[in-house]
């Protein structure tokens, strides 16, 4: 992750970042632009506008603040905010640029694909993922790296995990904690036929999806 010099203070270092940073488009970016008059002349009040007119999702207004302005962009993706962190890496809501499809990008810590033995470990796994097609899976898209990290592409459910549903909302009703475990055994069933295991069955890892 590049840093600027410094945290942007001013609006005219804030574009500038922004500039750097590739997340708008050139079109984009002009409107931005145009939508933040000079009057506003810190980097914090620029910032909160964008955010405010959507240009900036909150996550992306942040970083910039901090001095960051690269490791937005993953090829045509563009990472919108954090939404998970676990032991093996961090997961990032994200935007496919030219499909405008919203995705989940599991971004693995280093470690995890240090040595040659893991990086092949983790390519037999990507391939693995590739054959699976099930309701109750969540699909992958793509594998890629960036500089020493590996990071998948990854269908983005917009839901809660099993286990914030029922810290939320306490001992679930029988007749629908029945269907979430039939469910789950029905994906890893298919898993299994496509001679996979799951080795972290657990309710934080068990997505619901919001069926809108």
Known sequence: MRRLSSPPGTRFELFSALAESELLSAPRFAKADAAVPESVSSAKAAAERLVQLQFLTRYQADRLLAGRADGFVLGQHVIQEQVGKGSVGRVYRATHRAMNRTVAIK????????????????????????????????????????????????????GPTLEALVRERGPLPWPEACDYVRQVALGLQHAHEQGMVHRDIKPANLLVARIS
């Open 107 to 158: 971004i693995l810590s280093a470690d995890v694909t240090r040595t040659d033995a893991a990086r092949q470990a983790f390519q037999r796994e990507v391939r693995a993922a590739a054959r699976l097609n099930h309701p109750n899976i969540v699909t992958a898209y793509d594998a890629n790296e960036v500089g020493d990290r590996s990071y998948l592409v990854l269908e983005f459910v917009n």
